[in-house]
């Protein structure tokens, strides 16, 4: 049994998550459905970011992601997005921080449903806001080894 998360993030800690529907792929319509369900959060719990206009999303590279429909929104509605560049988990936060923290508590854990899943993921979410600090920063370093990289391979573990 697999659930699918989409979670959204910053420094200061979660800003909305929402689990894919059971049987439901991430294509551009359901994609422009969560960001609007997104841009409604950040307008809640993060209001000077919203009255400034001073938010940015970043996310992958994925079909849904990358389609025109969503550039369509994305560009009227005024979203600023961080590129990310193919193939490089290193250097998404989701990728080499959240997620990988939620696998780690909950590796060897067996549920019987999926609202059980759910809630216990959800339960995960309370990490400190230091950690989210820290992640961002770490962001900040692989940018800054890839760019002193010249885009070529390098591991990011023997960095830290």
Same mark, same amino acid.
């Given at each position: 049994m697999k659930v699918m998360l989409l979670v959204f993030f910053d420094w200061q800690g979660i800003i909305h998550h929402e689990f894919v529907p059971r049987g439901q792929t991430v294509n551009k319509e359901l994609y422009i459905s969560v960001l609007k369900r997104l841009r409604e959060a950040v307008r809640q719990k993060r209001p000077q970011l919203w009255m400034k206009q001073s938010w940015v999303l970043h996310h992958d590279n994925g079909t849904a992601h990358s389609s025109f429909l969503v550039h369509?929104?994305?560009?009227?509605? %005024?979203?600023t997005v961080v590129p990310q560049p193919p193939y490089s988990p290193d250097l998404?936060?989701?990728d080499?921080?959240?997620?990988?923290?939620?696998k780690f508590t909950l590796k060897g854990r067996r549920f019987d449903t999926v609202d059980e899943i759910q809630k216990n993921s959800t339960n995960e979410f309370a990490i400190p806001k230091e950690a989210f600090q820290k992640a961002f920063q770490s962001w900040q370093?692989?940018? %800054?080894?890839?760019?002193?990289? %010249?885009?070529?391979?390098?591991e990011v573990d023997k960095l830290e």
């Open positions: 369509n929104f994305l560009a009227k509605n %005024e979203m998404a936060p989701a080499f921080f959240l997620f990988l923290k939620l370093k692989r940018w %800054e080894w890839c760019v002193a990289s %010249e885009g070529n391979y390098f």
